[in-house]
């Protein structure tokens, strides 16, 4: 029983600072503009490169490169 209490906990435990982290990415996709926000929102929603340049009008390789500058910013932003 002690065993079965102590995972449970740790589960409980561990969804709150999965939440609490999803929270904080979301929060701070919210700061971004609207092309950055549309960018990373389809990327993590596991759209291919080929879906988020037809979706957002722009060609490929500009997915890849503006990707590459939101995520950053978002890495910039998660450190202050």
């Known amino acids: 029983f002690a ?44 759209r291919s490169y080929q879906e988020i340049a037809q979706i957002l009008g722009i060609s490929l390789s500009n997915v890849g490169v503006q990707l590459n500058r939101v995520k950053e910013k978002l890495k910039k932003m998660s450190n202050h």
Not at 10 to 38: D, H
Request: proline fraction near 0%.
């Open 3 to 46: 065993l079965k209490s102590f995972l449970w906990y740790n589960m409980y435990i561990s969804n709150k600072i999965e939440n609490y982290y999803l929270q904080e990415l979301y929060r701070m996709i919210s700061k971004l503009g609207k092309m950055e926000r549309a960018l990373i929102l389809l990327w993590l929603d596991e």
